[in-house]
């Protein structure tokens, strides 16, 4: 019987390039993003990921990010719960196909 796959996703959020617009906290139905209480080096107020909340995979947040500062990986889930990493996402997310 073929393996049941379930995909789940990692969110990574480039700090270096956030200004802190809110605008991907505003359209994350997850509530997976939030703005960090502490200002960085630079004085900016960053987005930052809450570990528990489950990031859909809806795409909403990397399609309005001026920075392209979010990138999103798709896992592959197996019956065993070994996670295999796909081909990461554009910023900007934008999937490349898989070849091979
Ligand atoms: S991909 Fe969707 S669910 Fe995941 S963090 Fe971005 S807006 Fe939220
Ligand atoms: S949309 Fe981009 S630049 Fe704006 S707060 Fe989110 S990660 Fe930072």
Redesign the pocket.
């Known amino acids: 019987m073929a393996k049941e796959k379930k995909h789940e996703f990692a969110v990574r959020?480039l700090g270096e390039?956030?200004?802190?617009?809110?605008?991907?906290?505003s359209v994350c139905e997850a509530g997976k993003?939030a703005?960090d209480p502490a200002p960085n080096e630079r004085g900016i107020q960053?987005?930052r990921l809450l570990r528990h909340r489950r990031c859909s995979g809806c795409l909403r947040?990397t399609a309005?990010?001026?920075?392209a500062?979010?990138e999103i990986d798709r896992l592959e889930t197996d019956q065993t719960g070994a996670q295999n990493d796909e081909r990461p996402r554009q910023r900007n997310g934008i999937i490349p196909e898989k070849h091979g």
């Open positions: 959020l390039y956030c200004k802190g617009c809110r605008l991907c906290i993003i703005i960053t987005a947040c309005i990010c001026p920075e500062a979010i």
